[in-house]
């Protein structure tokens, strides 16, 4: 009898577990608590406009690419991607463009346009993010640390201190760069992790790499086709995905996850897979808040940044937004100040733009656009209360925006506005974090809660707060990696229908 294994939340995690799992030979169910599958990864249709509301860059490709190949599929097969070249659109206050670029000569010409200096040591940046990237990818990214005797590998603790953990990535770009505008191109990739570039490690300068040389990519019909296409060849395995259905509890006996209970009644398994921001679903274990070791340690972390979403259907074009368009303000970086330590929305944020019709014109009715505006945002606190300045807010970065050429967003046809009590409200984000918990230090970068319960056997984790981290191509690894784990110790046809040497 093939054993049972339940997924709670149907993310990209949850759904690239549940395949890894199905090939496995488990009897595998998804519930999902929304109508619809994708987790922070959502369609929006709206007067003839396509938005995707969420992760909208793609990179690592491969993480994806290897969860059907595991399948024995290929991705091809499924969805179909395209490469941006240029990857990123960089456009500072005073009119200066930097576009992000394989070439490393054009790079390298578009900043010695205001920086000599910057463009010489650029190569050589390049290079140490590449390396980063190297010691990250054969280390960390891809395996599991669960056991004392795992994280004391010798070679692990060796590349370990290789990665620079104690230096922070400002520091890092400091040793290449000097220019204001260089600093903050490069350490925008702090907020991908959602930590601010003047605290986060140094391992994150490994993004640099990971755009400009393994690339940038669209999904044609939108970034939510990967759930579409993951949800598909999930369905094809045989694995149960049911909707609108939430999980209520989860059941434990002696110290043993065996089932969950539901809206829709109760279902036992052998394996309960949680795929949510853990410090909310850990909490879905009966009486766990009032043990007061468990419920300090998972208050002690702090969130990561959340994000401020405009989502407008404009009948216009805007010949200077490519497909991703980050625009910086005068102050550079002062908005981490705000997010971090007063929790307040930014006052001078930088504001990033998707601009999906500048690859696929079908987003938008002929002669329209349909933009993803995103500013970072504080997680929740008292310090902000979204439901009394969303509009304000709103109306605050329609006015920047057409400061720097981009008109017409108050005759938008289509314009809502998803903040970060959205956020918490329909995926149950703890206090309304992208990312789950920042990186904003070396303990929650390196550190993170395990994909393991310490306390409860057969109670795992995968999406952003867990190993190895926030990020869709992240995410979608930590799935695979616990299913991977899962069959591992399961023995038997679990086991040999996993790749050999997949499993750590």
Same mark, same amino acid.
């Given at each position: &009898?093939?054993?049972?294994?339940?997924?709670?939340?149907?993310?990209?995690?949850?759904?690239?577990?549940?395949?890894?799992?199905?090939?496995?030979?488990?009897?595998?169910?998804?519930?999902? %608590?929304?109508?619809?599958?994708?987790? %922070?990864?959502?369609? /929006?249709?709206?007067?003839?406009?396509?938005?995707?509301?969420?992760?909208?860059?793609?990179?690592?490709?491969?993480?994806?690419?290897?969860?059907?190949?595991?399948?024995?599929?290929?991705?091809?097969?499924?969805?179909?991607?395209?490469?941006?070249?240029?990857?990123?659109?960089?456009?500072?206050?005073?009119?200066?463009?930097?576009?992000?670029?394989?070439?490393?000569?054009? &790079?390298?010409?578009?900043?010695?346009?205001?920086?000599?200096?910057?463009?010489?040591?650029?190569?050589?940046?390049?290079?140490?993010?590449?390396? $980063?990237?190297?010691?990250?990818?054969?280390?960390?990214?891809?395996?599991?640390?669960?056991?004392?005797?795992?994280?004391?590998?010798?070679?692990?603790?060796?590349?370990?201190?290789? /990665?620079?953990?104690?230096?922070?990535?400002?520091?890092?770009?400091?040793?290449?760069?000097?220019?204001?505008?260089?600093?903050?191109?490069?350490?925008?990739?702090?907020?991908?992790?959602?930590?601010?570039?003047?605290?986060?490690?140094?391992? !994150?300068? &490994?993004?640099?790499?990971?755009?400009?040389?393994?690339?940038?990519?669209?999904?044609?019909?939108?970034?939510?086709?990967?759930?579409?296409?993951?949800?598909?060849?999930?369905?094809?395995?045989? /694995?149960?995905?049911?909707?609108?259905?939430?999980?209520?509890?989860?059941?434990?006996?002696?110290?043993?996850?065996?089932?969950?209970?539901?809206?829709?009644?109760?279902?036992?398994?052998?394996?309960?897979?949680?795929?949510?921001?853990?410090?909310?679903?850990?909490?879905?274990?009966?009486?766990?808040?009032? %043990?007061?070791?468990?419920?300090?340690?998972?208050?002690?972390?702090?969130?990561?940044?959340?994000? !401020?979403?405009?989502?407008?259907?404009?009948?216009?074009?805007?010949?200077?937004?490519?497909?991703?368009?980050? !625009?910086?303000?005068?102050?550079?970086?002062?908005?981490?100040?705000?997010?971090?330590?007063?929790? /307040?929305?930014?006052?001078?944020?930088?504001?990033?733009?998707?601009?999906?019709?500048?690859?696929?014109?079908?987003?938008?009715?002929?002669?329209?656009?349909?933009? !993803?505006?995103?500013?970072?945002?504080?997680?929740?606190?008292?310090?902000?209360?979204? %439901?009394?300045?969303?509009?304000?807010?709103?109306?605050?970065?329609?006015?920047?925006?057409?400061?720097?050429?981009?008109?017409?967003?108050?005759?938008?046809?289509?314009?809502?506005?998803?903040?970060?009590?959205?956020?918490?409200?329909?995926?149950?984000?703890?206090?309304?974090?992208?990312?789950?918990?920042?990186?904003?230090?070396?303990?929650?970068?390196?550190?993170?809660?395990?994909?393991?319960?310490?306390? $409860?056997?057969?109670?795992?984790?995968?999406?952003?707060?867990?190993?190895?981290?926030?990020?869709?191509?992240?995410?979608? &690894?930590?799935?695979?990696?616990?299913?991977?784990?899962?069959?591992?110790?399961?023995?038997?046809?679990?086991?040999?229908?996993?790749?050999?040497?997949?499993?750590?």
């Amino acid at each position: &009898m093939s054993r049972k294994a339940i997924i709670v939340g149907g993310g990209l995690g949850g759904l690239s577990c549940a395949i890894g799992l199905a090939t496995a030979g488990f009897d595998v169910t998804v519930l999902e %608590k929304e109508k619809t599958l994708g987790g %922070k990864l959502k369609r /929006v249709e709206a007067s003839g406009y396509r938005f995707d509301r969420g992760p909208s860059t793609i990179t690592m490709l491969h993480a994806f690419r290897r969860v059907f190949e595991r399948a024995g599929r290929r991705m091809e097969d499924y969805i179909q991607t395209y490469e941006l070249e240029p990857r990123t659109r960089n456009l500072f206050a005073d009119g200066t463009k930097v576009d992000l670029s394989r070439d490393r000569g054009w &790079m390298q010409q578009q900043i010695a346009a205001y920086s000599p200096e910057d463009a010489a040591r650029y190569p050589a940046f390049l290079e140490e993010a590449r390396r $980063i990237y190297g010691l990250a990818d054969g280390r960390f990214l891809n395996r599991l640390m669960l056991s004392m005797r795992e994280k004391a590998d010798p070679a692990l603790l060796r590349d370990f201190m290789r /990665v620079r953990p104690n230096t922070t990535l400002r520091t890092l770009l400091a040793r290449y760069f000097s220019h204001p505008y260089t600093l903050a191109m490069f350490g925008r990739y702090a907020t991908y992790v959602g930590a601010s570039p003047l605290q986060a490690p140094a391992i !994150f300068a &490994m993004l640099a790499h990971v755009e400009a040389d393994l690339g940038i990519y669209g999904v044609y019909g939108g970034t939510y086709q990967l759930v579409e296409s993951m949800a598909r060849l999930a369905r094809e395995l045989g /694995v149960h995905i049911l909707t609108d259905a939430e999980v209520l509890s989860i059941k434990v006996r002696s110290g043993r996850a065996y089932g969950v209970e539901t809206t829709e009644g109760a279902i036992e398994a052998d394996e309960v897979i949680c795929n949510g921001d853990l410090l909310t679903t850990a909490r879905l274990v009966p009486d766990r808040l009032r %043990k007061r070791p468990a419920a300090e340690r998972l208050d002690r972390y702090e969130p990561s940044l959340s994000g !401020f979403v405009l989502l407008a259907g404009v009948r216009q074009r805007y010949e200077s937004l490519l497909h991703h368009t980050v !625009f910086f303000p005068e102050r550079l970086e002062s908005e981490f100040e705000d997010i971090f330590t007063r929790r /307040v929305a930014p006052e001078d944020p930088a504001l990033y733009i998707c601009n999906s019709g500048y690859s696929e014109a079908d987003t938008a009715p002929e002669g329209g656009s349909s933009l !993803f505006i995103l500013a970072n945002a504080p997680y929740l606190s008292e310090a902000w209360n979204w %439901k009394e300045q969303r509009e304000n807010y709103a109306n605050k970065l329609i006015v920047m925006l057409d400061r720097r050429g981009i008109s017409g967003l108050n005759k938008a046809e289509v314009l809502q506005t998803y903040t970060p009590s959205d956020l918490q409200r329909d995926t149950y984000a703890h206090r309304g974090a992208i990312y789950g918990i920042s990186s904003n230090s070396m303990r929650q970068t390196f550190f993170r809660p395990g994909n393991r319960d310490r306390e $409860i056997d057969g109670l795992w984790y995968v999406g952003g707060t867990a190993h190895p981290g926030g990020g869709t191509p992240l995410v979608t &690894m930590s799935g695979q990696l616990v299913a991977e784990r899962i069959a591992s110790l399961k023995g038997g046809d679990a086991s040999s229908r996993i790749r050999a040497g997949s499993v750590e």
